[in-house]
């Protein structure tokens, strides 16, 4: 299980760092397109559009479905959760341990004054 939650965490990360994906998924927060569609807001080609919705689409960013001759893509939500559920996990990390740190910052000050 652990293995499979990481497989999907690198391909979310590997598809979220590329601009022309992010972008990408920008244009489909507010609603479902056609891939036609987006090709017309990037400065690549048709057949690259359609690579790029494939990374994707495999990171479970996106998911597409034929509707005639055009493949409509639409936004899936459950690799953003994932990554969210990681980043929020690291941030609880973090913010524990800084809270830590501060406080035994703040007891040495205390004891430096005393001095």
């Avoid at 939500?77 to 929020?88: I, N, Q």
Wanted: aromatic share 6%; proline share 3%.
């Amino acid at each position: 299980m652990l293995k499979y939650q990481e497989a999907t965490l690198d391909a979310v990360f590997h598809a979220l760092a590329d601009p022309n994906r992010r972008a990408i998924l920008r244009l489909l927060t507010d609603r479902e397109r056609s891939i036609g569609e987006l090709v017309p807001s990037f400065p690549i080609s048709f057949v690259a559009v359609s690579n790029h919705m494939k990374v994707l689409e495999q990171a479970g960013l996106v998911i597409r479905r034929k509707q005639g001759r055009h493949q409509m893509c639409s936004l899936d939500r459950r690799g953003l959760d994932a990554a969210k559920d990681w980043l929020d996990t690291h941030e609880r990390f973090w913010t524990e341990r800084l809270d830590a740190l501060e406080a035994v910052v703040a007891e040495m000050k205390g004891g430096a004054s005393t001095s």
